[in-house]
């Protein structure tokens, strides 16, 4: 070992004493000869026979020692760049085919590392968890409510912190101008679960978080920077929220959040008035908890569960039955997405395989004239696995360039993507080029040069010696095998992407045509925050809205406009449960779930959604007269199958009895072809209807749709300007197009058509380069025999048949192969996430298609090649004999 | 001529080593002497080409079995010798013994009918 590296060190040394010897050796062993009485020549030339040559020996000698592996392997690396430098179209082929797997797979693998592997920025996050109720009859997770959560606090838990939080959003008054806010109330150790420190002041205290505390908050960094000037006086300060004068106590750490939205404000969940405090049908809080060190998700599962039994049973009122689900804290982030990003793991490292496959088909192209280089190293001392390292070295000095330019260009491509699609992912903004992601880059460039090198290298290493005594003739039917089967795998591979691809597109088709039982064409939707001043009481609010929509409804251009709590497509979800008649459950963990739209009379002239039986709502139903809902046909259908609901009673327990009047078509509230674990019943009851318990704050998830055939831009404004003439301080917010939120809704499909899309067409582009280089290499390979053909009278249309007719059948071996493997693997990968709707995962259309695409490209892919073998002229193919 | 085992080189790699110890353990050698003393003993079978010899004896160094060193022949010509260190003597030992256990066990296997 060291005797290795000091003659490493002193290389030239030991060379001269090598050489001394071996000539020490060689001149003793002649002498001995010439002692025999041959001649001085004789002697030396019988001697190089016998013991060999000095510069075979030399090189065995010096080829076994393992200094000699580093600097044999430095003399193949420069040996390897300057064979590259001499076939400047070769290597920049193969480098660019590299950079564009390698670039693509680095790009995805950075997505999936920032989305999916990162951990979360919190203190030992692996012990952060979220806790859920599970209704285990209605299979859906839910919140708790804040009444559970403080019964939980009292118990012994498995946790070392828990907190509790509920988003909501604030009107801010003052200071600065008017703006809608989100935040979220939280229980005092809320920061500290997390393990994450205020940038100034404190959390709250557990005085300041109770019914009666005083009015405190804390704010988000940017707040604090647009609001105060980033001034550590903001401290002791006070804003006003809702029309509440709230104190400063704290400031976030820049960047904070939990969940995919950011929070600019915080207050104490303790604050709540006692009503919704004590309200255990409320399921509105999230918990979120940090669990002991040591305690394992199933027995904090366990311990819990056992908790929320006892509370059931001492409290009759409580929603019986909800069992404790207990997740790691990335799970609900990210959960959605897991499986499209997998899905577009699995397609772009289909993509890799077929750069790979092209690559390696071009070095086995290169390596059958290289065959006589190589019988020649081979004679000089070379042993074969001194061959095989060099065109590895080779390979892999291809795949390190590709990686390094993949990288440049996935960062490139990361950054356009991430333009228009971060939107769509959580954790968007986590995603860069890292150090892991760097690792991940090097060790595949490493690991795919092996890869596509080994095959060709062994390939052509083998059998040296009879191409020498043939003169240069490689064994070429044998290398045609491969690389015929190459072909074959690249075009079945990009058939499956293709397929793949296909099928999201067709099912974004369907997504479009999809009847939404509402017309969102022409609509508008918006939120408004109404003056604190003017809602003190129900009728407040009543009287608010009514004004508002007054004002809204002269703009115009405007043909009609409502509000509702339930905007479709919007994630919105009040589902509550309810019984028929006089089906009441045992307990309202039992009770079926509407979804609720509270709304005024003119939502279903607006919406475009058709009346089916009775009446809709109308101004006519007020506190003061008899409570009545509508249904839609789906709940219609299920609770009243074959008998006319209107006249029947629907109960929405703590709400009332509602008297059914009307009967209008169901609308596609969740994302079409979405498959959601929740109600698809709905119900629509008049918000002139609603208590005045829930309508002092019920503005918060109240939208405004309104129908105009008007461009939003030119509308916008006057709808401004008649929210602020209803009340100076209103705030306008979340503003959007009905067809933009449809759209929207379309995301999770949209998102991995367009990667699986630009995917298949590079892999479409690199098998239509490795058909053309196949067929092209083949005809210059065949020039000579297709010229003894046309010497023997073949025609130009057998030459045709010939070539395009190897062309074709690799193609057609390819296409069969791709269509079971994508009747396979397409089911497969859409499995990890349910993307399709409204076609099968082996819809022949779809497969069809593709395969029609794909033999378009692969003609002309032989065009080219095939006009040149007609063109041979036998006179001239066999002259070069 | 003596016949020639059709490729030297094939001799099994330890068992090169061992006669290389061998040859060694009577005196210090330079190549050439090893490769002419090896012949001799061997009758001609064995015939070294100077590659694998000093493949050999390079190893053998860098397993501290044997030293070289520089010094003039009977011929005044300069040539390494190589000799024998006393781990190499006791490996040659082990190696000796290893060998006739080896050569009795297939003897018997060849000679039982």
Redesign the interface.
Known sequence: ?F??LRSLFRKKRGEK??D???R??????A??KMKQGTSREEALRSVRL???S?E??R???RS??WESIVETSWQDLRFAARTLRKSPGFASIAILTLALGIGANTAIFSVVQGVLLAPLPYHEPDRLVVVLLNNLRLKSPTYLSYRDFMDWERAALPFEKMSAFAWRSFDLSSPGNPEHLEGSEISSSFFSTFGVGLALGREFSTEEDRNGGAPVTIISNGLWRDRFGGNASALGKSIVLNGVETTVVGVLQPGFRFGTDYADVYIPIGQRKLADANDRLAHDVECVARLKPGVSLSQANAQMNAIQENIDRLNSESEQGLGIKILPAKEPLVGDVRGTLLLLLGAVGVVLLIACANVANLLLARSAPRTHEFSIRAALGAGRGRIVRQLITESVLLSVLGGVLGLAAAEWGLKAALATLAADLPRGDNIHLNASVLFFAMGLSLGVGILFGLAPALRSSKDLQPTLKEGGRGSTGRHHRTQSALVVVQIALTLVLLAGAGLLFRTIQHLWKADLGFESQHVLTFQVGLSPSAIKTGADVRYAYQRLLDRIRQIPGVQGAEITTEVPMTHQMNAIPFWVDSHRPASVAEAPRTLGFITGPDFIQVMNIPLIRGRFISQQDTVNSPLVAVIDTELARTYFPGKDPIGRTITFPQVGDYRIIGVVGHVQHWQVGYSSPFTQNQSFVSIYQIQDRWMTSIDTWTWVVLRTPLEASIVLPEIRKAVHAAGSDQTIYHTQTMPEIVSESMAPQRFPLIVVGSFATLALLLASIGIYALISYSVTQRVHEIGIRMALGAEKRDVFRMVAGQGLTLTFAGLAIGVTAALILTRLLLSFASLLYGVGASDPATLASVSAVLIAVAVVACYLPVRRAMRVDPIVALRYE | MPSMPEKPGDLVQGTLDMLILKTLALQPMHGYGVAVRLEQMSQGVFRLNAGSLFVAFQRLQRAGLIKSEWKATENSRRAKYYALTDQGRKRLNSEKREWGKQVAAIARILEAS
């Open positions: 070992m005797g290795g004493e090598l001394e010897e071996l020490g050796f060689l001149d003793m062993a002498e001995e016998e013991r060999g000095l075979i020996s090189e065995v000698v076994s020692s």
